[in-house]
Every structure is written in structure tokens, then in C-alpha cells.
């Protein structure tokens, strides 16, 4: 709840009850307990005037607080009521605010908490009340008449609170719901807007790229025939060619459309083939990589999936990260049951930075420690592709630190989702 407007709220309550004290005691000249009808006004005040300079600068109160300070006042409306004829009082009605407040932007259990609160109160307001201030002879209602009001007020704040709490409910879910669609579109775009500069790139860097492997070419043919095998000088003017045409391949993946992509012999395959598959992309010299496949003690078959370029890319794209940083040792588990299916990437280097764990996923936020990132430019993309990559196919992805050292990323699907992918 807002500080600001709860506070606002209740300064309107306390002048509505001046302004009804005054007109009843000075307009109509009504005889009412003057003094302890201004001590409990004087008493919310001082705790409003409290709460406005206690909570200074903030702008929510804590479920707590706000729950506290409205039961304070629905107590402190009784009271009121109390000393002023109880039910008879036509203001009864208003202890109805403080729940209906409590509905709109309180939990359930808080709004429970309040009505249960009310309708106790106004149970005890049936059973002791001074009289109204009547003019003699005066009107005392009927007690038929008064237990009728006595059940309409308590109806009133159960059906109130929960028509009132059902809609908050569904409007909160509905303002989640927008959010989250608003979030799913803007990393839409963000990466839609990668895919033009990759694409840009590509074109862009082909030139350059294939100047340097032709003079890399020229500069081979230069060498002297004499020059040994194992000479320094030949083997890195042959890194330089052969890391140039890797270069330049990689570029042609970025610039390649969606309905440019590789066909794929099977059209459907086991998940565990999938991984495979994206693995078998990767250079991993002097590292150990295994992939192993997790039995089922339910022993349901392991599903099978669509050879998706997006979802082969978003594994690529993890086990890469893997690869890169890994010491000695990266591990693929491939897992399921009958109702979930995931796959489990460990690897054995410094992890992720415990500060940024969070936030993985966003662009731009580079996933390993300043030292591990020396190793090479990062730009803190590859985690944020592909995480949305893979959200097209219905996978959710959790990041880690693993106790005994080094990062693990497990990648759950649904398996009717993951089945479902055609």
C-alpha cells in the first residue's frame, strides 16, 4: 500500500469526525460525550501525524504496517460508534472503509483479518452502546430491528471483501500479466535488433576478411622453400589463413536467414541426439567433454523433439560459454521423466560471478569473473541469445554455482511443450 495515500486517506477520516462532531454538538445542539469522543479523535491523529513523519520518503508500507494502522482505525471507529449509540448511529456504515481499503490492496489473509475484525466489532457495538442523544421522549429501535442491522452490516463486509479482494486479485494478475508481455517484447526487440547488426557485421567484415586470407596466401607462397615444417613463421601465417576462413564462417552463419537454414537428414530426433548435435559444432582441444544420458526410474522413453535450428543454436550458444571457461572438464546430462525433460551443463571453471547471478539473461551483462573474461572480448550476449532462443521452445533456464567449483546451467522443458515442437 502507499505510505502517501494511506496517510491522505486518513486525514480525510479524522476531519469527516470533527466536522460530525461539531454539527451534532453545536448545529443540533445534541448532548454527546465531548471529551472522549476528542481524545480518540485527538488519538488517531497524533498516530497519523506519527506515521506521516516515521515512514518519511518511503513509498510503501509493508503489509504489516498497513494491516496494523487500518485495524487501528476500524477499533478506533468503534469506539466513536460506542459512545454514540452504537448501531442506532446512521455512520455505522463506515466501518465497511477500512476493509474495502484492506480488499483493494491487501492480500486475501489480510482482508480476512480486518472483516473478522469488523464483524466482531460490530457484534460488540449490538451488545453495549450508550444511547443516542435523543430529545425527550426520545426512540429506542426495536431489538428485531437492530439485529437486522447487525446482520446486513456483517453480510455487507464479507460479501464487500470478497467481491472487492477477487477483483484487486484479477486486476494485479492482469497488470503481472501485461508486464511480463511488455518485458517478452522488449527483449523481442532487442534481439531482432541484434540479428540487423550481426547481419550488418557479416557484410561489413566479408571484405576485410578476405583481404587478410588472401594476403595470408601470398605471404605462405613467399615463405623460402627451405624454411623447415615446424617453423614458427609457417605455422602462424597458417593459423592466420585458417582462422580467417573460420572467421569468415562464422559470419555467413550470422547473415544467413531463417530460410536459409541447413536441412536436417531426420526430421525429428531424441533430445539427447540434440545435444549432441549442437556439441559436435564445437572446438573443445584439450578439454574433456562427455555428454551422458540420465536414466528415468520411471522409465518413460526419452522424448524426441523437432530438429530446431533456434533451439540448436541457444545449446550452442551455452556450451560454447562452457567451453570457453571451462579448465579441464565440461559435462552434458541429458534427463527426463514422463512429465519433464532437461539438460544439465557443468563445467569445472571459476563460475559465475555470484554479484551479476541475477541478472543473467539481460544484454550486456557478461557472465564470468573479470579474470575469466581476460581471456578474450566479451560482450555479454551470449547468455541473453541464447536464453531467448530457447524460450521459443517453451525452456526455462537456471544459473548456478556449483559446491565443489565451476558453473552449471540446466535447461527445463515441459515435455509435452518440448514433444509439441514441430
Given at each position: 500500500?502507499r505510505?502517501?495515500?494511506?496517510?491522505?486517506?486518513?486525514?480525510?477520516?479524522?476531519?469527516?469526525?470533527?466536522?460530525?462532531?461539531?454539527?451534532?454538538?453545536?448545529?443540533?445542539?445534541?448532548?454527546l460525550?465531548?471529551?472522549?469522543?476528542?481524545?480518540?479523535?485527538?488519538?488517531s491523529?497524533?498516530?497519523?501525524?506519527?506515521?506521516?513523519?516515521?515512514?518519511?520518503?518511503?513509498?510503501?508500507?509493508?503489509?504489516?504496517?498497513?494491516?496494523?494502522?487500518?485495524?487501528?482505525d476500524?477499533?478506533?471507529?468503534?469506539?466513536?460508534?460506542?459512545?454514540?449509540?452504537?448501531?442506532?448511529?446512521?455512520?455505522?456504515l463506515?466501518?465497511?472503509?477500512?476493509?474495502?481499503?484492506?480488499?483493494?490492496?491487501?492480500?486475501?489473509?489480510?482482508?480476512?483479518?480486518?472483516?473478522?475484525?469488523?464483524?466482531?466489532?460490530?457484534?460488540?457495538?449490538?451488545?453495549?452502546?450508550l444511547?443516542?442523544?435523543?430529545?425527550?421522549?426520545?426512540?429506542?429501535?426495536?431489538?428485531?430491528?437492530?439485529?437486522g442491522?447487525?446482520?446486513?452490516?456483517?453480510?455487507?463486509?464479507?460479501?464487500?471483501?470478497?467481491?472487492?479482494?477477487?477483483?484487486?486479485?484479477?486486476?494485479?494478475?492482469?497488470?503481472?500479466?501485461?508486464?511480463?508481455?511488455?518485458?517478452?517484447?522488449?527483449?523481442?526487440?532487442?534481439?531482432?535488433?541484434?540479428?540487423?547488426?550481426?547481419?550488418?557485421?557479416?557484410?561489413?567484415?566479408?571484405?576485410?576478411?578476405?583481404?587478410?586470407?588472401?594476403?595470408?596466401?601470398?605471404?605462405e607462397?613467399?615463405?623460402?622453400?627451405?624454411?623447415?615444417?615446424?617453423?614458427?613463421?609457417?605455422?602462424?601465417?597458417?593459423?592466420?589463413?585458417?582462422?580467417?576462413?573460420?572467421?569468415?564462417?562464422?559470419?555467413?552463419?550470422?547473415?544467413?536467414?531463417?530460410?536459409?537454414?541447413?536441412?536436417?537428414?531426420?526430421?525429428?530426433?531424441?533430445?539427447?541426439?540434440?545435444?549432441?548435435?549442437?556439441?559436435?559444432?564445437?572446438?573443445?582441444?584439450?578439454?574433456?567433454?562427455?555428454?551422458?544420458?540420465?536414466?528415468?526410474?520411471?522409465?518413460?522413453?526419452e522424448?524426441?523433439?523437432?530438429?530446431?535450428?533456434?533451439?540448436?543454436?541457444?545449446?550452442?550458444?551455452?556450451?560454447?560459454?562452457?567451453?570457453?571457461?571451462?579448465?579441464?572438464?565440461?559435462?552434458?546430462?541429458?534427463?527426463?521423466?514422463?512429465?519433464?525433460?532437461?539438460?544439465?551443463?557443468?563445467?569445472?571453471?571459476?563460475?559465475?560471478?555470484?554479484?551479476?547471478?541475477?541478472?543473467?539473461?539481460?544484454?550486456?551483462?557478461?557472465?564470468?569473473?573479470?579474470?575469466?573474461?581476460?581471456?578474450?572480448?566479451?560482450?555479454?550476449?551470449?547468455?541473453?541469445?541464447?536464453?531467448?532462443?530457447?524460450?521459443?521452445?517453451?525452456?526455462?533456464?537456471?544459473?548456478?554455482?556449483?559446491?565443489?567449483?565451476?558453473?552449471?546451467?540446466?535447461?527445463?522443458?515441459?515435455?509435452?511443450?518440448?514433444?509439441?515442437?514441430?
Open positions: 500500500m505510505q502517501p495515500s494511506l496517510v491522505f486517506i486518513r486525514w480525510v477520516a479524522i476531519l469527516g469526525q470533527v466536522m460530525a462532531l461539531l454539527v451534532v454538538d453545536l448545529a443540533l445542539g445534541y448532548q460525550p465531548v471529551v472522549p469522543v476528542s481524545l480518540i479523535i485527538g488519538a491523529a497524533a498516530l497519523n501525524l506519527y506515521a506521516a513523519l516515521s515512514h518519511r520518503g518511503a513509498v510503501w508500507l509493508t503489509e504489516g504496517v498497513a494491516r496494523a494502522y487500518l485495524a487501528f476500524l477499533l478506533q471507529l468503534t469506539a466513536l460508534l460506542a459512545l454514540t449509540g452504537g448501531l442506532n448511529n446512521p455512520f455505522t463506515l466501518m465497511l472503509a477500512p476493509v474495502v481499503v484492506s480488499a483493494a490492496t491487501l492480500s486475501r489473509r489480510s482482508t480476512a483479518v480486518l472483516s473478522l475484525l469488523a464483524v466482531s466489532a460490530a457484534t460488540a457495538l449490538a451488545i453495549w452502546h444511547p443516542l442523544p435523543w430529545a425527550a421522549p426520545g426512540l429506542e429501535l426495536p431489538p428485531v430491528y437492530l439485529a442491522i447487525w446482520g446486513s452490516l456483517v453480510v455487507a463486509i464479507v460479501f464487500i471483501a470478497a467481491y472487492v479482494s477477487s477483483l484487486a486479485l484479477e486486476a494485479r494478475r492482469m497488470q503481472a500479466a501485461l508486464s511480463a508481455t511488455q518485458i517478452a517484447l522488449a527483449r523481442e526487440q532487442q534481439l531482432s535488433a541484434l540479428g540487423g547488426l550481426a547481419a550488418a557485421a557479416a557484410h561489413e567484415l566479408g571484405s576485410p576478411l578476405g583481404t587478410i586470407a588472401v594476403a595470408a596466401r601470398e605471404m607462397r613467399e615463405l623460402p622453400p627451405d624454411l623447415p615444417a615446424d617453423s614458427p613463421l609457417r605455422e602462424d601465417v597458417a593459423l592466420l589463413r585458417s582462422e580467417s576462413q573460420r572467421c569468415r564462417g562464422i559470419l555467413a552463419e550470422l547473415a544467413r536467414q531463417p530460410s536459409q537454414d541447413f536441412a536436417h537428414p531426420f526430421h525429428r530426433l531424441p533430445l539427447s541426439a540434440l545435444v549432441e548435435a549442437a556439441l559436435q559444432r564445437q572446438t573443445h582441444d584439450g578439454l574433456e567433454v562427455t555428454a551422458t544420458r540420465v536414466t528415468d526410474p520411471e522409465d518413460a522413453p522424448p524426441e523433439t523437432a530438429y530446431s535450428p533456434e533451439t540448436l543454436r541457444g545449446l550452442e550458444a551455452l556450451i560454447q560459454n562452457a567451453i570457453q571457461f571451462a579448465r579441464h572438464r565440461v559435462e552434458l546430462r541429458t534427463g527426463w521423466t514422463a512429465r519433464e525433460a532437461s539438460v544439465e551443463i557443468l563445467d569445472d571453471g571459476p563460475g559465475f560471478e555470484p554479484t551479476i547471478l541475477g541478472a543473467l539473461g539481460e544484454p550486456y551483462v557478461s557472465a564470468r569473473p573479470a579474470k575469466a573474461r581476460a581471456l578474450g572480448d566479451n560482450m555479454g550476449l551470449g547468455i541473453f541469445i541464447a536464453e531467448r532462443l530457447l524460450a521459443h521452445s517453451g525452456a526455462r533456464i537456471s544459473f548456478a554455482n556449483r559446491a565443489s567449483g565451476g558453473a552449471k546451467v540446466v535447461i527445463r522443458w515441459e515435455r509435452d511443450t518440448l514433444e509439441a515442437i514441430d
